[in-house]
C-alpha cells in the first residue's frame, strides 16, 4: 500500500496505471470502522485498483466543536487499509486540497440539499459538493463508493456528477451496525458508557418504525418516534418518512414510490444519524 500526500505523486502513480485498470476510489475522513471496511471490500470486487482519501474537511462542518473533536486515529486507520487490500491512501493536507482558501461552490441539487442535514447544518452539502467534486478530478476514478448511513449525501453525490458531466458510477453501499443494531460511525468513540447504551435506541425505532409503516399512518407513526424520544436521554433532532427520490418529508404514502425513515438525534454533544428502508 502506498501512502500519497501530494497530487503530484497522486498525478505520477495515476499516469503509471495501465488505461485498461478500473479504479475505485472511497472517501473517508478517517477514525476508520468497519462500516469504511466494507466500502473498501466492496471497491475491491468492483475495481482492478482500489483508492481511499482520509481526509477531515474543514468547509462541510457548521459545527466548530465537531470539527476540532473529530477523532483522528491515523496509525490505526492504515493499519486497517493496509490489512484490507487498499492500493493508495491519499491524504492531502487542508493547503493541498483548497489553495485557493476554504470556500465551498454554491450548488444546486434541485432541493435535495434543503431537506434534513441539509436543514440543520447549513452549508454542509456546499462543502461535501466541492470536496467530493475535488477529489474526483484529482483522481478521476472509474467507481466511487458511498455508504447509505448517510444517505442524503449519496444522493448529492449521484446529483454532481450528472451536474459536472463527470463519468463516474457512484454506488451506494448497505449501512453496517453493531451487533445491537447501532450504525457504526467514527462519532461513536465520542459517546460515553451510559450513552452508547441509550444510542441503541435510534436503531430500535428505526425498526420499530419499518414495521408500523405497512399498517399504520404516518401521522401515528411520528407520534409514536416523537414520543420514544422524550422518554429517553437521548435528543430528536429530527425525524422525516421522505420519498427516496425527494427527501420531502411525506404526509401520505404513494403507491410506486419508495420511501426511508430517517433520524438525526443527540446523545450530548455527539450528533448521530441512521436511515431504514420503508
Ligand atoms: P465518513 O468517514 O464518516 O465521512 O464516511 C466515509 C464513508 O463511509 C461515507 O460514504 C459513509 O457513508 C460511509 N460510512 C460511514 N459509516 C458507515 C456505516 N456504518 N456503514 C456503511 N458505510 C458507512
Redesign the pocket.
Known sequence: MEILKSITELNLYLQKVESQSKIGFV????ALHK??V??IEIAKRNSDIVICSIFVNPIQFDNENDFETYPLTIKDDLNLLNRFGCDIVFMPSVPEMYPNGEVSNNYDFGGVENEMEGAFRKGHFNGVGTVVARFFNIIRPDFAF?????FQ?LQIVKKLVEIEKMSIKIIG?????ENDGL????RNRRLSSAMRQEAVLINQILNEVQKMFKNTTVDMIYKYVTTEFEKSALKLEYFSISNIKTLKPVDFIEEGEEYRAFIAAFADDVRLIDNIIL
Do not use: N, V, W, Y
Not at 453501499?173 to 451496525?177: A, L, W
Not at 450504525?183 to 467514527?186: I, L, N
Open positions: 472517501p473517508t475522513m478517517g462500516g469504511h466494507s466500502l458511498f455508504g447509505e448511513k448517510d449525501q453501499c448497505p449501512i453496517c451496525r450504525a457504526m460511525s467514527s
